[in-house]
């Protein structure tokens, strides 16, 4: 098994810049493709991002795109999530998810994190 655990989250203003990270322990963090999904009030499950295994790929939703950095560190088995320029729009609980191929459905994923409130207002 995998066990995802995700520190971080919080509040910031808009504009503003914040990172979010997702450590596995478990089996090897390096077999997994991992990504990131949101989910706000009221609104469905969102994916965000997801990452290679080796980290070469990567593919963004439309409503992240050039804000939102998603990058992983196998050697500490950490996935990270650089969002920038923070809109309230993207006010939302975060997940991270571990699979077995990189994909943007949440059901290809396996294992999830717990999820981290990130709150964007002034």
């Known amino acids: 098994q995998v066990q995802l655990v995700e520190p971080g989250g919080g509040l910031v203003q808009p504009g503003g810049f914040l990172e979010l990270s997702c450590s596995a322990s478990g089996r090897t963090f390096s077999s997994y493709a991992m990504g990131w999904f949101r989910h706000a009030p009221g609104k469905e499950r969102e994916f965000v991002v997801y990452?290679?295994?080796?980290?070469?790929?990567?593919s963004y939703a439309d409503s992240v795109k050039g804000r939102f950095t998603i990058s992983r560190d196998n050697a500490k088995n950490t996935v990270y999530l650089q969002m920038n320029s923070l809109k309230p729009e993207d006010t939302a609980v975060y997940f991270c998810a571990a699979g077995g191929v990189i994909a943007t459905t949440a059901g290809a994923y396996v294992y999830w994190g717990q999820g981290t409130q990130v709150t964007v207002s002034s």
């Open positions: 990452i290679s295994r080796s980290g070469g790929t990567t």
